[in-house]
């Protein structure tokens, strides 16, 4: 008998005497140390699926099966029993005239977690006082299958792909940002773009996502499938909050630069982007407005005198840290009400640039620059939902976006974009020339 096996045995029984009043069971699982949890969560036939690896890679998580669902998560906050969390997030601009069809909000309470805290693996269930919920568990926990044949490696070719907007239509958005900004409309905006790839055979989720976290550290790596035709992965290095009771830690994430082809560019390029002015000044920006947000949620705030730099695999980034002690009474859905979207997704002041993004842009963003993660009582992390994709089938929509401040032009923004979505994009394989890809 596998150690899966044991432990779903186990927390039947433990179901089966539980009394109406408990809400959670967890048991310990002795897996072997090379297990891998994308394997095994593609390999399940429960939706919805949920997989989250924090920054750090201490912390892994499989949420499976539905509980309870919610689209306000300051409800699920509130009903939520010690050790339970929910799991899901919130759009950009889902349920607003722009995006009727995507939700503001998803959150679940699942049936059963498979957790991993660095080598400690534990499996834990939802219940409820419904003994037709109950039955329903056991019905799921007895679907989950030990056949978890390792995941094929990604063979798919990139056959075509198509901007929204193109080249011409971004300039033409830049500069009409750049005319909005010297008319003080608002000091940035951040403009995104949509490439959407054809691909010859389709790729799974879950092969991008295990592609993507072996290839892409220093991230946060999510995967959030609603059903089994439609599923959004990320790998994004941007945290928008992780609390844990009072104590807040967020950060502004802004300017970019390329990585460079040798140690020594490598370095140089950091130092450009350490002493950029320009790049100095988005970070600024970002910082103010969150520092602006959780004034009012915070006894006191610790912020990063200077920026440090983040290495990535494709690119280098400017942060600064910023920390906090939480007031009494603030709610998770209060931090994700003043902190999404910060001005790092979508500008300063927001409803300006909000504004100007929803006239502009010539796709509605659904999850995209949106918040993934969990929240609990006691912890709660979101990440910021970038170097992300939607799929779907043979296509697979990427996006990137790119802040605008004075200085900005199309040519090295559209550059920039590139370089962000090269985050996934590079995992596939290309039979475009030089020139298609370009011209796209």
């Known amino acids: ?158 056959i075509g792909r198509t901007h929204a907007p193109d080249f011409t239509g971004w300039s033409n958005m830049i500069g009409d940002a750049l005319d909005a900004i010297s008319q003080k409309v608002f000091e940035k905006v951040v403009l995104a773009r949509r490439t959407t790839l054809k691909l010859d055979t389709p790729v799974s989720p879950a092969q991008l996502l295990k592609a993507s976290r072996s290839s892409n550290t220093n991230s946060f790596h999510f995967m959030m499938a609603l059903d089994a035709k439609h599923c959004f992965i990320g790998s994004t290095p941007e945290r928008l909050f992780m609390r844990h009771h009072l104590d807040i830690k967020t950060e502004a994430l802004a300017g970019t630069i390329g990585r460079g082809a040798n140690e020594a560019e490598d370095g140089r390029l950091a130092q450009w982007l350490l002493d950029d002015s320009k790049n100095r000044y988005e970070n600024r920006l970002v910082v103010d407005d969150i520092v602006s947000r959780l004034n009012t949620c915070c006894h006191d705030l610790d912020v990063a005198k200077t920026p440090e730099l983040v290495r990535l695999r494709k690119v280098q980034h400017l942060k600064r840290r910023i920390g906090g002690q939480l007031k009494d009474q603030i709610y998770n859905a209060d931090l994700l009400d003043n902190l999404q979207p910060t001005a790092a997704i979508a500008g300063l002041p927001r409803d300006k640039a909000l504004d100007f993004i929803s006239t502009h842009e010539p796709f509605a963003r659904g999850w995209y620059s949106g918040a993934v993660g969990f929240l609990s009582r006691q912890r709660s992390e979101f990440c910021v939902a970038i170097r992300s994709a939607l799929i779907m089938g043979e296509e697979i929509h990427l996006f990137a976006g790119a802040g605008i401040v004075p200085g900005s032009t199309a040519d090295s923004e559209w550059k920039e974009l590139d370089r962000k979505t090269s985050t996934l994009c590079s995992l596939l394989n290309s039979n475009e020339t030089e020139m298609e890809r370009q011209s796209a």
């Open 1 to 158: 008998m596998t150690a899966l096996q044991t432990a779903v045995e186990q927390l039947i029984q433990k179901i089966q005497h539980a009394s109406k009043s408990t809400q959670r069971l967890m048991v310990k699982m002795n897996l072997p140390t090379n297990t891998d949890l994308i394997d095994w969560m593609d390999a399940q036939p429960l939706f919805p699926k949920f997989y989250w690896q924090s920054r750090d890679s201490r912390e892994e998580v499989v949420a499976l099966g539905q509980i309870k669902t919610f689209t306000d998560p300051l409800v699920a906050e509130k009903v939520l029993a010690d050790d339970q969390r929910v799991w899901g997030g919130r759009s950009f601009d889902g349920r607003t005239d722009r995006n009727r069809r995507c939700l503001s909000s998803f959150f679940f309470l699942p049936q059963c977690e498979v957790i991993r805290m660095d080598n400690s693996w534990h499996l834990a269930v939802n219940l409820s006082e419904s003994s037709t919920v109950r039955e329903q568990l056991i019905a799921a926990l007895n679907k989950l299958t030990n056949s978890t044949p390792p995941i094929s490696q990604i063979r798919s070719n990139v």
